[in-house]
């Protein structure tokens, strides 16, 4: 069977940029806590008329631009995100307004960071099905909209951006997205939250009094489950194709922290010098993390013909997964 493919990619960064230092003005840090914790040095901040769909619609417009696809040719949109611009409709229903795309079916998927690869594996069901032939895959967020200001466990890892990409069905059964592999465990929804907003917290003026209307994270545990399920799943994916660690030659994956990275890639045997990191200027993106970085790489002219990419990414849910791609 055909495999789908990339035909392009794009990002967008807000251009305010919240440096350590300033963060260190507000809450009790340090440049050199953040740095060493976490990798991070900066991060972006929408501008306060910005929404997601807006830096949305930047990020899909770089990448249809480098597929040679207009928006009318679009069969689906998928945008992967927990900060759409208003609770209804979805982030998908302004995007596909904005561009234009008015064959389009437009929806979100609701998997925090790791939603770009969730609505990337749907895009690429839908393609491999027959039912659609051009699917733009977004990932977008707007974090600095829920993140509390105040507290020093979250306000120093988030921040703004929005990635996509172009898939299409390919000639070149060996080349494309070769497998996903998704996984979810909701007895961990606890780890990372939002609490207030939704039906069983409204958001009452109470309820924002308490915060409950921001990101509210147990870090320590998160990290660890991080490390384990990433390396699992990106196992399992390697091993679907009988590919060993030495022949990835990239991998592209969610920007959470340096250190995650890190410790997954060295229990994977994996070079850390093959994984693109960007987290250092955007801090953790979420959902946008995984599409800008890959769009990075490939504007950098990283990803040759037919190298092997291992993807992954792993958000509040908890949700994880993996991807094998052959470029
Ligand atoms: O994208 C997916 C979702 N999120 C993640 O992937 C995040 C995963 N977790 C992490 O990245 C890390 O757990 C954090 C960066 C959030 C925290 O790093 P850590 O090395 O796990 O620190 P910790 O939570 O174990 O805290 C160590 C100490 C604590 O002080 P005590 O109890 O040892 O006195 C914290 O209170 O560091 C303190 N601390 C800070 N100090 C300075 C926590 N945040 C800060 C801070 N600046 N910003």
Redesign the pocket.
Known sequence: MACTHIIGTGSYAPSRVITNHELEKR????DS??RE??GIQERRQAAPDEATSDMAVHAARRALDMAGVAPEELDLIVVGTITADMPMPSCAAFVQAKLGARRAFAFDVGAA?AGSLYAMSVADQFIRSGQVRKALVIGAELLSRVVNPDD??TC??FGDGAGAMVLSPGDDAERGILSTHLHSDGGLAEL?TIPGGGSRTPMTEEAVRARLNTLH?N??E??RF?VRALVESTQEALATHGLVPGQVDHVIA?Q??AR?LDAALERLEIPRDKCWLNLHKYG?T?SASLPMTLDEAHRAGKLQRGQVIAMMA???GMTWGSAVVRW
């Open positions: 809450v009790d840090t340090s806590w953040i914790r976490t960071c020093r466990n120093i890892l990372i994270m870090g320590r998160v990290f991080a969610h959470a922290n995650i953790n979420s792993i958000g509040a």
